[in-house]
């Protein structure tokens, strides 16, 4: 696979076409771009009316990242070509349960870069949702049920912008808040991998959910207690304090073994607790505690590297939360340096969720890389 990859932060987009484009060849298979939400839908326009023969993929960020850093505004562009195929796809009217509605075309964006070669090891679903919809898990169980038999792994993240919980996405020049692009994605040779970085750890504390509901994502009850009660207990809090430490301390959620991170939105009035992720009755949640970042990172790196011998090209995804994190403690230069040095060719961006399999993640990273099996 041949990777190009472009910045410009210039004011003018006309400017940063010209300066960010530069390098990327005449007809890509697959160019994916990230920028402020300001330029984002004029953006959107001009690299459709540049490259109107390949799919261009996008979604506006707080905060996106190359070797240029970490960057609040302009343009990071990336494009692949060569041993690639692409076809990517519009679930529209997210809000609403779609159930089997988008199961023939999503099967159809499969068919175009053939089925019959597509493994979980060669090819991926990627995933841009627009931010603030509230219903990441009913796309991804829309796709995962039509995938989940194929093997094909869905990995991804939301939009995300200066305003909280707003961001839009774009497919072939057009820009949407309220529909989903998935992105079949398949190398004729080589890998893709997929790692998941948490800079949180399990405090020791285990609970049953016994009261919550899933579809609007409040908690009510841990282990048959109100859980705001058990949580000030446990984490030797007034009802006060009771956001300041979940704030530190989020949920992490276990299954089969994992460790899916969710964040608290807010207490509600009823002492409820709202939740940026759904939570299941009669699932398991942990109480979590910060890890420190560079022991974190060594252990992200080498695992990616004991499984590929080399990387041509990354998407990162990394959490608002996380990103307010390493501005707020002085982390982001090593954050973007180390990258930089274990990576080669990446761009990423920061969003309002990660998406991986059936599950919106929060506080967490992911690492979707291309290139050889070691």
């Known amino acids: 696979m041949k990777v190009a990859t472009g910045y410009s932060n210039a004011d003018s987009v006309a400017y940063v076409m010209e300066e960010a484009c530069r390098d990327l060849p005449d007809f890509p298979q697959l160019i994916i771009f990230f920028s402020d939400s300001g330029k ?29 850093g970490f960057c609040r505004s302009g343009l990071n562009i990336a494009a692949l070509s060569d041993g690639i195929r692409v076809s990517a796809g519009l679930m529209r009217e997210i809000t609403r349960n779609t159930g089997n509605l988008y199961r023939d075309e ?20 990627f995933v841009l949702n627009p931010a603030g919809t509230s219903c990441e898990e009913i796309v991804l169980d ?11 792994p869905v990995v991804g993240g939301s939009s995300s912008s200066e305003v909280c919980l707003y961001g839009e996405v774009s497919l072939n ?8 692009i998935y992105t079949m994605i398949h190398l004729d040779k080589g890998v893709i991998n997929i790692a998941l970085e948490n800079i949180f750890r399990p405090m020791g ?11 609007k994502r409040i908690l009510y009850e841990l282990d048959g207690e109100p859980a705001y009660d058990i949580l000030c207990r446990d984490l030797n809090v007034s009802g006060e304090g009771l956001n300041a430490a979940l704030a530190k301390h989020p949920f992490g959620r276990i299954p089969k073994g994992n460790l899916f991170i969710n964040e608290i939105e807010k207490i509600n009035d009823d002492r409820s607790i709202s939740t940026y992720c759904r939570i299941l009755d009669q699932s398991r949640l942990v109480l979590l505690e910060p890890c420190e970042l560079t022991p974190t990172m060594d252990k992200t790196w080498t695992e990616i590297h004991e499984k590929m011998s080399s990387i041509d090209f990354s998407i990162v995804i990394n959490c608002y939360s996380r990103t307010q994190m390493y501005l707020n403690n002085g982390w982001m230069e090593e954050f973007t340096g180390r990258m930089n040095r274990e990576m080669g060719p990446y761009e990423g961006f920061t969003t309002h969720g990660e998406l991986l399999g059936d599950f919106l993640l929060n506080l967490s990273l992911l690492v979707i890389s291309f290139g050889e099996v070691r």
């Open 40 to 68: 984002f839908a004029e953006l959107s326009r001009e690299i459709h009316v540049r490259y109107p023969e390949t799919t261009v993929i996008g979604a506006s960020t707080f905060g996106s990242f190359s070797k240029h």
């Open 106 to 125: 999503i099967l159809g964006a499969l068919d175009k870069i053939g089925l019959d070669d597509c493994s979980e090891e060669n090819t991926c679903c």
């Open 142 to 152: 829309t796709l995962m049920k039509t995938l989940r038999n194929l093997n094909i």
């Open 173 to 180: 020049g057009s820009v949407f808040l309220n529909s989903s």
């Open 205 to 215: 504390r285990e609970y049953l959910v016994t009261k919550a509901d899933p579809e």
